[in-house]
């Protein structure tokens, strides 16, 4: 194939920008707002861009630590070029450059699930958008804290500690502030407290025309304990005199049943599912060691990994022990049966905490005993998935 890859320059970057507004059919805002902070990768034919994508090197919290990640997004290829592989080896391209910058994990968010499936990623959860009357907002929840209008910055550790109790959210960089501002000019945030406290819930919201009006857009719902969500939600239904509808954002919302326990008729709020965010692991070794985890478990598991092409398995011990594991390749006695065996994507699913029984891991085909994939979920199943930022 007669294609380089470089990294790009401003004049390539801006060449790239004018191919993403056509292989995607409108613009891509974030090819110029992220550009400044992004390893930019392109694909060059006879030194004209055909291809590229960029990569934020932002840590995410699994296990509660943050651990070396890159965010991958605005990837594509000009459309005369497509059905030649050449999205394959940029994404290798891609990958290559952020582990060399000490990434053990990529993330992306794409439409083409079964396709970045095949290069070694897998979806942890899925992911919703949820419409929701305002009035019902308003009936659902009682007013019993202090609302503080402030600055992303001033909350930016409240936010940490609060992701921290998920597994996915980006431990979110200086310049997160500023492009978030440049994406939503009119976004506002503001922090929730019980009198006399410190604050203990962050919410950003901002408001978008629609063809019947506005809506209240949300953007960040962060709540350390239910009377906080109570409060949240009780202030968005405050605006029921201005917006008819809150939309809580695909990022906008944690998993689980915040949102519909607190509604009085679950019938006034409309999903809408979205295209999934998706996780490779790219040094299983190091980013095991780098996670946290539980601090009561202490368990030795053989695994069995399957490499990208399924032409074989490597072995694997897994050690977990006083907070801390080991992957040590190798390490079980020769002729030993491997206690679990998984593919690429399904060890990245696994670190996410994605599989929540055996009978899920079992049906997304990890092979096992019950009791054991029972051990191994429990090392990763006590945060849910989250991702809580889009790119």
Not at 140 to 150: F, L, P, R
Not at 298 to 320: K, N, P, Q, Y
Request: glycine share 10%; charged share 20%; hydrophobic share 45%.
């Amino acid at each position: 194939m007669d294609v380089e890859f470089a990294e790009a320059d401003d004049a390539q970057w801006a060449e790239y920008d004018a191919l993403a507004r056509r292989a995607y059919g409108q613009p891509v805002p974030d090819v110029t707002h992220l550009g400044p902070y992004a390893d930019r990768r392109v694909a060059l034919r006879r030194g004209r861009v055909v291809a590229g994508g960029m990569a934020v090197l932002v840590p995410q919290w699994f296990g509660g630590r943050p651990v070396p990640a890159a965010s991958m997004g605005c990837g594509c290829v000009a459309p005369e070029e497509r059905g030649g592989r050449l999205a394959a080896l940029l994404a290798q391209e891609r990958v290559r450059a952020v582990q060399e910058q000490g990434a053990v994990l990529a993330t992306l968010w794409t439409a083409s699930n079964g396709y970045v499936r095949r290069l070694g990623w897998d979806a942890p959860a899925q992911v919703f958008s949820w419409a929701v009357p305002t009035a019902a907002l308003k009936q659902a929840a009682t007013d019993t804290m202090e609302i503080t209008h402030s600055d992303t910055a001033q909350l930016a550790d409240l936010r940490d500690r609060l992701a921290g109790r998920w597994n996915g959210p980006w431990q979110r960089p200086a310049w997160w502030g500023t492009w978030q501002q440049e994406r939503h000019p009119d976004l506002e945030t503001y922090a929730f407290a019980s009198r006399g406290r410190e604050p203990s819930g962050v919410l950003a919201t901002a408001t978008q025309r629609t063809p019947g009006g506005r809506q209240l857009v949300v953007h960040d719902f962060w709540a350390a304990d239910a009377p906080t969500a109570d409060a949240m939600l009780a202030f968005l239904g405050r605006h029921h005199g201005r917006v008819p509808t809150v939309m809580f954002e695909r990022t906008g919302l944690p998993p689980g049943p915040v949102l519909q326990q607190r509604l009085a008729s679950v019938g006034t709020a409309t999903a809408k599912a979205w295209h999934p965010w998706m996780l490779r692991v790219l040094d299983p070794v190091r980013a095991v060691e780098l996670r946290g985890w539980p601090g009561h478990l202490d368990d030795e598991i053989v695994l069995d990994l399957a490499d990208l092409e399924g032409a074989g398995f490597s072995r694997h011990t897994l050690s977990i022990g006083a907070g801390s594991a080991r992957l040590t390749p190798g390490g079980a006695q020769r002729g030993r049966t491997a206690d679990v065996t998984l593919t690429m994507g399904q060890f990245s699913l696994w670190y996410a905490g994605g599989y929540r029984s055996p009978a899920t891991a079992a049906l997304a085909g990890l092979r096992g005993e019950e009791d054991v994939l029972a051990r191994l979920l429990a090392a990763t199943a006590d945060r849910e998935p989250w991702l809580a930022d889009y790119f």
